[in-house]
């Protein structure tokens, strides 16, 4: 290991679960005295997008809502996929949980580890990144800032700026002929807060992915009606239960009827639900140093090993892909930003960013190979990545877990999905880490249970 | 009348009411090639808030979205008191109309006055200003600009900007304890899309100006349960019909239930909507150039004459007023700006900026004498100040009309609201410009008319 003899300022953008990551990656190394971290958040709590509020819209510092989060979420993945490998959730709540736990049980284990890591410090709250330029002749980057609480502006420098600022809270709003004049009510996944207003109600969802598949299957559970789900190239074809169909893509809206490629439609309608994904955007940051990137990839474009500004890799943007994999990757990632910006490991000298951009576009020729609906491959590609970021950190204090292990996870994640889409969620699964351990199950299968509390979650544990 | 040997660049922000009115104030000045006009509009139509969509939050290139309309709004205060002096809504629909229009007949008024006067080459949809910029050596601003179909970023450089871009979407969101836990529906005025969700619904609607009552009014006509309305300082105290009442403020709430100032407390609430206004946000704008207020005020701080920025006159804010008068007002607003900007009239020279400041301190301490609730005291404010703004305009172009009957039709509407909320809407207006011509009325009473099309509305009207 390489010591510097001076600290190096760092700024952090935002303390959701990336930005947690990083701080705690960084940790010892304030400790050590070589680094000066900072971390701007402009909500007035950490955890991110797991911070859920039933506000829409504007906050009362006038700030956009940053959370997409609603009312009785699940986790729709197995935890043990996502399991930090330094605090596990036995360690966190003392028992053995199911495998798949509602939000507030997912907020109370990030923000315990940030708790435990005493992280906090470090942390200003409500405080709005409001530009991020980067100076050629100095080597620094120049931030302005605003305190939101007392309305001041603040201009500081940096060695160097992680961004950590998420990327599911800015709407992607195709437009549809008709649907500024729809007379019901007409919302975005990102503003959607719960399925107790859809009740009774014949539902118009549009899109295929991870939003349109769980807040379907919410508004079901809850009793909605209808569902019509509607997609753009590729169906989910889930075996849906009654009262959920899936039809082509929405052609256009004439009063509460929508009319679809197929030629068929649907009457009565009381709600339309977009639920067509979030953009990138990241207008804080100066023009050349701006991630840009139409859609959610896996392999983002111009972020050297996923992380890395190709052009100026004292700037680094975390969790900026589409993820599969989330808690154990930002680790993992912020591992390898702390060991770049540190001097432990040193990224190939590559003035003419050639090689960086050679390595970028390897990783997205494969990624342009993969069928949409191959859900397996993604999480090959995804796994594979994990893999090529770990062999680039330092070995000693890198977090590793067994790869395979968690691809397996995912794959037999998707089998249950596809076996069926009411029940997934009640499989238990084993532990990365500890092979022989398998998750307890629930008493109330997920279909049935309403209460998502952390009490009632825990209660609910099958004791064998 | 002095004229100017070369073209003048105009920039106009937004293509709402106020942007419209200053297009038909230059365009005489425009055809005699002593300006060169533009307007830029964000969204893809004019007409600003005027125009409704069913969308909230994000358009289709990622704008806010900035409309706060609503289904079956009908106009809240007389039509006679609004109309253009030079294009009346006889002119416009061949008939004469009842005194309290839908918004579909004030867009069709709005939209078909500016269609008549030609003015729509000279506006760039969908174009979003992104800066405004001045040089105090050449005097001349530097606009940024956003071509969002495009996606293109332009620089344009102009001797005159004019901000004409509202003030009524940003919510004021003020906090309160557990509001962010809300389990029903919770949103804030500017995304009330129609009374139709609300149907059988327990509402609370915080605030006590024209959004609360509007909305709350509308909810109970489409069949809301119960109604509460919660104030800050002061009740509207009409005389609500059954299921309306007003409570003092909200000070938390818990579970469903809101807890008030005085003690009681409201329970199985569905839905809270927030009506405590919006915030004035000209971000675009440089920190020296930008208008703010804290709230919404008769009499806007650091506009010289209610318009001109106080410290840059070539700068000009139309409409940034808390309004009684509106499209009235806003044709003698921008008449002045074309006046001063033309050098037809001048302002008194003023560099130490301390005749403009003793100008609007007046202005101010008039306003902050009134008490809140007398409305008629600001109309007389509102009135007077409209006056003054004529006397400082070339005489012989200003539009003109009566001012001290439109006060007396503004004392009359605050009187017919106090008198029957529910009915004030059906009492014709004698026209300010005829005023031996009264309104015809509508066959079915506002509370009972849920047709808010322009058909529907002109059908209406009671032939005697």
């Known amino acids: 290991m390489v010591h510097l003899s001076i600290k190096k300022t760092i700024a952090i953008i935002g303390a959701g679960p990336c930005g947690l990551s990083q701080l705690l990656a960084f940790k010892q190394a304030e400790q050590d005295q070589l680094v000066e971290l900072v971390c701007f958040e402009r909500q007035a709590e950490w955890g991110g997008l797991w911070q859920y509020t039933a506000l829409t819209g504007t906050d009362s510092c006038g700030e956009p809502i940053h959370s997409s989060m609603y009312r009785q979420l699940w986790s729709n993945g197995p935890k043990e996929v996502l399991e930090y490998v330094d605090y596990t959730f036995e360690q966190h709540f003392g028992v053995s949980i199911p495998s798949y736990p509602p939000r507030a049980v997912l907020y109370d284990y990030i923000t315990g580890r940030a708790k435990a890591g005493d992280i906090r410090k470090f942390i200003q709250f409500r405080t709005a990144v409001r530009s991020v330029d980067f100076d050629d002749n100095t080597k620094k980057f120049h931030v302005t800032i605003e305190d939101l609480t007392n309305q001041l502006t603040k201009y500081l420098t940096f060695d160097h700026v992680i961004v950590a600022s998420g990327h599911y809270t800015i709407p992607n709003m195709p437009d549809f002929e008709g649907i500024s004049k729809f007379p019901g009510r007409l919302l975005h996944s990102h503003d959607y807060r719960g399925a107790d207003e859809f009740v009774n109600k014949n539902l118009l969802i549009i899109g295929s992915s991870y939003s349109a598949e769980d807040i379907a299957m919410q508004c079901y559970k809850f009793g909605a009606r209808s569902i019509t789900i509607s997609y753009r190239s590729c169906p989910m074809s889930f075996r849906w239960p009654d009262r959920i169909k899936e039809v082509p893509l929405l052609q256009k809206i004439e009063g509460r009827t929508a009319y679809f490629k197929d030629g068929t439609n649907v009457d009565n309608l009381d709600c339309i639900i977009v639920c067509t994904g979030y953009r990138h955007n990241h207008s804080y940051m100066a023009e050349n140093l701006r991630f840009r990137t139409v859609g959610n990839l896996y392999v983002p474009p111009s972020l050297y090993k996923g992380i890395f500004w190709y052009a100026e890799p004292q700037l680094a943007y975390l969790g900026m892909q589409n993820q599969l994999y989330t808690l154990n990757m930002f680790d993992i990632q912020a591992a390898l930003v702390r060991d770049v910006f540190l001097g432990y490991v040193t990224l190939p000298d590559d003035k003419s960013q050639k090689q960086r951009q050679k390595n970028i576009s390897e990783w997205q020729a494969r990624e342009q190979t993969l069928s949409l609906d191959d859900h397996e491959a993604f999480s090959d590609l995804q796994t594979d990545y994990i893999r090529d970021i770990v062999s680039c950190c330092d070995q000693n204090t890198v977090p590793k877990f067994d790869l395979e292990r968690s691809n397996a996870g995912m794959y037999r994640f998707f089998q ?45 544990i099958k004791t064998v």
């Open 416 to 460: 249950d999905k596809r076996d069926n889409i009411l029940t997934y969620r009640d499989q238990p699964f084993h532990s990365i880490f500890f092979p022989d351990k398998e998750a307890p199950i629930s008493e109330t299968p997920w279909i049935k249970n309403t209460d998502d509390s952390i009490e009632g979650f825990l209660q609910s």
